[in-house]
């Protein structure tokens, strides 16, 4: 996209992260929004064969913890829509069978996470099963979405007026998000989301600045919140593009 934006992140680590985006319209943003949750390719599970399933559960209901086990996705062009992964789980009771214990036939794809429970086996219980992995879009289904809790904000710009008057109560001012204030960025979590414990005794005022939006991003493990958001955005300009040449035909 040839269009520049400020981008600055507020807390970030493996799996969750909260950003500013400066010079954002609210379509866009929610554009991008729909996108992380929607458009952004993801490797899960979509067909499993039992060999034995002796435990208390139903195939079907394993087979849909098994699809909803996060995996990790490779990088963009290393799969596609076709292509599969095969992984196979064996395991015998008593034991709890994990997400760690399913074995990947590519590296590219394995659990996000070790430590999913899949089915708790009792004495002489066994599960053995192999599972096809694919590559597919949340809008087809939840379980390809990578992006598990996205939203956004405006970012608020919090201005400080005059002390309150000797006989005017202080009341509680609740805002949630991220602050601007003196040009610092401030998560609202470091005072308890309350503008009347960081500012005792003042009278504040409250205002959204334009165009700036404060974005939480939260993945499965598919892959991190930069590449989450790269491809979404990415999705974007790849469908303006189409769209912009239909219209030329």
């Not at 208390?56 to 990088?75: K, N, Y």
């Not at 992984?87 to 794809?109: F, K, M, N």
């Not at 602050?179 to 401030?186: A, C, K, P, R, S």
């Amino acid at each position: 996209m040839t269009e520049a934006y400020d981008v600055e992140f507020v807390e970030r680590d493996d799996r969750s992260a909260r950003f500013l985006v400066r010079g954002l319209t609210p379509a866009f943003a929610n554009g991008i929004r729909r996108a992380m949750i929607a458009d952004v390719p993801t490797m899960a599970i979509d067909e499993v064969r039992f060999i034995e399933n002796s435990s208390v559960m139903f195939d079907e209901q394993l087979a849909l913890r098994l699809g909803l086990v996060p995996l990790t996705t490779p990088p963009e062009g290393e799969f596609v829509e076709d292509d599969t992964v095969t992984l196979s789980i064996d395991v015998e009771g008593p034991a709890t069978a994990y997400s760690g214990d399913l074995v990947t036939s590519d590296d590219l794809v394995r659990p996000a996470d070790e430590n999913v429970p899949i089915i708790d086996l009792k004495d002489g219980q066994r599960l053995e099963a192999e599972a096809d992995a694919v590559i597919d879009r949340g809008k087809d289904h939840a379980k390809h979405q990578g992006g598990v809790a996205v939203g956004y904000r405006h970012l608020q710009r919090v201005t400080v007026e005059d002390d309150l008057s000797e006989f005017e109560d202080e009341e509680t001012q609740i805002v949630r998000g991220v602050i601007e204030e003196d040009g610092e960025l401030v998560p609202t979590s470091e005072f308890g989301h309350d503008l009347s414990e960081r500012y005792p005794g003042k009278q504040v005022r409250v205002e959204d600045v334009a165009g700036a939006f404060v974005f939480h991003v939260e993945t499965d493990g598919s892959f991190s919140v930069e590449e989450l958001v790269t491809r979404a955005v990415d999705s974007i300009d790849r469908r303006a593009a189409e769209l912009e040449e239909a219209v030329q035909l």
